[in-house]
């Protein structure tokens, strides 16, 4: 997205550093996203604990930023993924913002190539994801893409690509 965050930067660090601490800020930073609904939030905040859990990582959500962009939610999450060096996506459904999100990431090399996707497996979504989006050259699966039963099985996955014990 060829958009300037010139003015909003410094600001965006304040709240960075208010929200967590300058030290933060040479932490690998990974953006988590997915569906904030009631059902599906906690399956976010379970990707955060795990994450978290490396000494040198820092996962944190698109809603812990309250000053940043709130008069534009796309520019919001546009500044926010070009910040972090790492984006995971979960996708338990298709419907809400984080589809408007996956969207935004496919648009962009520089958005999909730092971004991994877990797919609740046998889940209805919709076909431009299944037959596209979730297809080379956005993702490629067991790398960049991976399909998991439940929460074991998603906990496994991150604990694999987060260096943790099994």
Not at 24 to 45: A, M, P, V
Not at 56 to 67: A, H, P, Q, T
Not at 144 to 155: A, G, H, M, P
């Amino acid at each position: 997205m060829q958009v300037s965050h010139d003015s909003e930067w410094d600001d965006f660090l304040d709240e960075f550093t208010n929200i967590f601490s300058v030290y933060d800020l040479r932490k690998n930073k990974i953006f988590i996203c997915g569906s904030y609904s009631e059902d599906t939030f906690i399956t976010l905040q379970e990707v955060q604990k795990i994450v978290n859990a490396i000494e040198n990582n820092l996962g944190f959500f698109e809603k812990e930023f309250r000053r940043t962009h709130l008069e534009n939610l796309i520019l919001k999450f546009d500044l926010i993924a070009k910040f972090s060096n790492e984006i995971i996506m979960i996708i338990e459904h298709d419907k809400g913002g984080h589809m408007i999100e996956m969207g935004i990431i496919l648009s962009f090399k520089e958005f999909f190539e730092k971004t991994k996707v877990f797919v609740l497996k046998d889940v209805e979504i919709t076909e431009v994801l299944k037959r596209g989006g979730l297809l080379t050259p956005f993702f490629r699966e067991e790398e960049s893409l991976f399909y998991f039963e439940d929460i074991e099985t998603l906990r496994s996955y991150l604990k694999e690509l987060y260096s943790l014990d099994p």
